[in-house]
């Protein structure tokens, strides 16, 4: 089946930082990808969409400066939370859009931890 | 903003038994689809279930689907200690493209 690679999985950085998250489609072309994040114990809340070749679009309350997305081709989309906190320390999961068969695959997920 | 709602928030259940979850939505939607979530791991996809179905079945899930109460259920058999997982709905909301998950949740099946 399709899948979604993240990268990387864990990253500790220290506050004030920046750390980028790669989303990859490996054997399919995405147009769209979701950027979610997952608190513990919680569910997974939308945080932008991600759409090749334009900016992206971001849900009530997620400042765009500071969760940037690019979405620069078919098959990748990065999420950069920049000068990170610890308050940003959460799993961010990705998801891709096949743009043939329009099913949804999801990411291993990445784990941020701010210190 | 999530607009699902799971219920119940947690199950605990004995092996063997079946375990029932709800899933109630707000808007009309496309489609909905179940996942699995195993702790600190990425989700899993179970079933979709598109808007004109009613019921559909995969292996010891069965998922209904009632439009005009909004909302879905997932019922797993004969359960499993390998199905302890938190178990979220997804839906798509007619004209989006995006899904938006529901508050999920947490079982826990016990041998």
């Not at chain 1, 399709?2 to 790669?22: L, N």
């Not at chain 2, 979850?21 to 979709?48: A, D, F, P």
Request: with cysteine; aromatic share 8%.
């Amino acid at each position: 089946g399709a899948v979604v690679s993240q990268h990387p999985s864990r990253v500790i950085c220290k506050s004030g930082t920046s750390v980028k998250i790669e989303c990859r489609s490996l054997d399919f072309q995405a147009t769209t990808m979701f950027w979610y994040r997952q608190f513990p114990k919680q569910s997974l809340m939308l945080m932008a969409t991600s759409n090749e070749g334009s900016k992206a679009t971001y849900e009530q309350g997620v400042e765009k400066d500071k969760f940037l997305i690019n979405h620069a081709s078919l098959t990748l989309s990065t999420l950069t939370v920049t000068s990170a906190h610890p308050e940003d320390s959460s799993f961010y999961i990705c998801s891709a859009r096949d743009r043939v068969i329009g099913e949804l695959f999801f990411g291993e997920g990445s784990r941020l931890t701010v210190l | 903003s999530q607009q699902g709602e799971e219920d119940p928030q947690a199950l605990s259940i004995q092996e063997g038994e079946n375990a029932t979850m709800n899933c109630s939505y707000k808007t009309s939607i496309n489609n909905l689809q179940w996942y699995r979530q195993n702790s600190g791991r990425g989700l899993v996809h179970l079933i979709l279930i598109r808007s004109n179905e009613r019921e559909k079945h995969s292996g010891r899930l069965r998922v209904t689907l009632d439009t005009s109460k909004k909302s879905s259920s997932l019922l797993i058999t004969a359960s499993r200690a390998a199905d302890t997982a938190s178990y979220f709905c997804a839906t798509e909301a007619s004209g989006t493209y995006k899904y938006i998950f529901g508050t999920g949740t947490r079982l826990k099946v016990l041998a």
